[in-house]
């Protein structure tokens, strides 16, 4: 899916067709066929290889110049919710050149405007600090995301307190994993901003990449937010790590006292049925036809019962 949008001079956002593109524009690709990247490819000049990167799920973040035609590839990875317990990491592919901003990824997200109405202070002529705003957002949405992953272990940490089931070691066994492609995003992520701010400090890339006093700040926000998210997201993946192990053996525990418990239980009923036993047998016994015979083996099995019912409380195992 192909969606061309532009700001006017009057901050209007009005949406166009690739084929009255104007410079400005914005080109956003969602999961393009190969007969549409190739119809931009030709419409903006940029090369393949500039668009194809962000379709590799497995793309990791990058930064790529073409020195030659003025174009930019920044590559990151974008966070995405698949689940209660899941999130995953996706690539983003943002191409600035001397005309245009293009965006090619594989998914919608959340990070980019989804139309002329959506827009929120995003001047599509701005190209450098449209990138950076599409980099702030990232990073906050990875904020987002890391608190809704601390606040479901911590749910789960009260299910698992008094829980024997897999279940939720099961989600934290998600959110774990979760972490996982968060942390290995965000570390190449903060590379990316890293790279970006040396590239705005070169003069030689002010033909690209466009810096006024207010993208700097912005530029500088990215960077702290970034390395807050990457922060917390070790301190959560460590957190986490712990918790697995301490509630695996909790899960465990909390089994082996319910085993002890009818244990407990299955030897405090066996007595009477002992009892029961030697009474029931083909040959004389005491209180055998007297009326009181039965209540007195009752009462003889209960006392048993209650006095090995005592001994097993007093030995904290009942």
Known sequence: ????????????????????????????????????????????????????????????????????????????????????????????????TRDHLLTVGLEKNDILPSGPSA???????????????????????????????????????????????????????????????????????????????????NSQMHDIIKVREEDEELLEDVKVEYDQAYEMVQMYSNILSGMMDAFASIISNNLNIVMKFLTSITIILAIPTVVASFWGMNVLVPFAGKPIGFWTVSGISALFAAGAAFFLWKKHML
Do not use: H
């Open 1 to 96: 899916m192909i969606t061309v949008l532009k700001t006017f001079s009057d901050k209007t956002t009005r949406e166009l067709s690739l084929s009255s593109l104007e410079p400005g524009a914005w080109i956003n690709l969602v999961a393009p066929a190969q007969g549409e990247i190739e119809e931009v490819s030709l419409a903006t000049g940029v090369p393949l290889d500039f668009l194809l990167p962000a379709l590799d799920p497995e793309e990791t973040s990058r930064i790529e110049t073409d020195d030659e035609d003025g174009n930019l590839l920044v590559v990151i990875n974008v966070p995405k919710m698949e689940g209660n317990y899941r999130f995953d990491a996706l690539p983003l592919g943002i191409i600035i």
């Open 119 to 201: 827009m929120g202070g995003v001047v599509t002529y701005k190209r450098t600090r449209f990138l950076f705003q599409i980099l702030f957002r990232t990073a906050t949405l990875y904020l987002k995301y890391l608190g809704q992953i601390d606040r479901r272990s911590s749910d789960i940490e009260g299910n698992l307190r008094k829980s024997m089931k897999n279940e939720e070691l099961f989600q934290l066994l998600d959110l774990e994993k979760s972490l996982t492609y968060f942390t290995t995003a965000l570390r190449s992520n903060r590379s990316v901003v890293d790279k970006l701010i040396r590239l705005c400090a």
